[in-house]
C-alpha cells in the first residue's frame, strides 16, 4: 500500500483531506531533503487544535511527552518492523536509513 507522507510545512488541513480520502491515520512528516522528523496522527491533529503545520503538531506532541519518532532501518529484520507497530500501536512503520533518511514504510501485509 502506499501511504501519504508530510512535509513539516504541510498544512493541517491537507492532512485531514488526505485522511478523508485514504483514511490513514498516521503521517510521516519528512523534509524536503528526505530527513525524517517523526510521524503525527490524527489524535494529535485534534488535541492540538492551534496547530497549523505538521511540523507544530510534532512539536506540540512532543512538548506533551510524547515523541513520536518510531521507525525502523534498513537492515533491521520484518520481525522488528512488526514489533515495533505493535508495541507503538502503529498501522504501519517509517523505514530510514542510518543517517535518518526517509526510505519507505512497511505494514503488516509488506512482509
Known sequence: M??????PKTPVGK???ANEQSGQSMFPVVTDTNHYLGYVLMDDLEQH?????AGEVLEEARQASLPRIACVHGGDSFDD???VMRVERLPFVPVVDY???????LDSSSG
Open 15 to 17: 492532512i485531514k483531506a
Open 99 to 105: 543517517g535518518n533518511h526517509f526510505i519507505g514504510t
Open 2 to 7: 502506499r501511504y501519504v507522507i508530510v512535509g
Open 49 to 53: 487544535p492551534g496547530a497549523k503545520t
Open 81 to 83: 518492523a512488526l514489533m
